[in-house]
């Protein structure tokens, strides 16, 4: 299945938990959200945080999904993921993550997204700084390029960055030092 086939069915689905009081609200995170916010980047699949009391039930109604296989993975107390639902599609390959947010810096990233237009879909999309303290916060070499790009992008808009929410967020996430690494090499006061 496309992957923007994925996003739209994804979507809806979200929509009608929120709906239903299941989760109380979600975000469109990773790959897409990035090229929502900056420059479009090739990605394999659709990520979302989503915030929720209701873990088991949400995993179930991820699991009654026609077409897929879900998956529950949790994490231990120190992992910045505690509880991640890996959505497969009928090859076996990874087509989506739901991850719950369980910090009050993850809802706050979920509170602050707004939403945009993305593949003719509306889509709650977490503001340009708060996808970098995500990115930071995961840490791979992508997530790292990721989160250059967002600050390059967000720099060279009129609005700008808001380096304050950035700089509070980052603090909480506790990732200040990675984000004040970034800043200086792209030349960005803050």
Do not use: C
């Amino acid at each position: 299945m496309p992957l923007k086939k994925i996003l739209e069915q994804l979507n809806n689905f979200l929509r009608k938990l929120k709906e239903k009081k299941t989760i109380d609200n979600y975000a469109l995170i990773g790959g897409l959200a990035i090229s929502a916010r900056s420059k479009p980047r090739a990605t394999k699949d659709v990520d979302f945080l989503v915030s929720t009391e209701f873990e088991d039930k949400f995993f179930k109604e991820v699991a009654s999904l026609p077409g897929f296989k879900a998956e529950l993975k949790k994490g231990d107390s120190g992992d910045p993921i505690r509880v991640l639902i890996r959505l497969y599609g009928k090859d076996q390959t990874a087509v989506a993550d739901f991850i719950i947010s369980h910090l009050n810096w993850q809802q706050e990233v979920i509170d602050n997204a707004t939403e945009i237009e993305l593949e003719k879909e509306k889509i709650p999309v977490p503001q340009a700084e708060d996808l970098v303290v995500l990115k930071l916060k995961a840490g791979s070499p992508q997530d790292l390029l990721d989160a250059e790009e967002l600050l390059k992008a967000t720099a060279q808009k009129p609005e700008g960055i808001n380096f304050e929410r950035t700089n509070t967020l980052a603090r909480e996430a506790r990732v200040d030092k990675n984000l004040a690494a970034l800043l200086k090499k792209l030349k960005l006061s803050h």
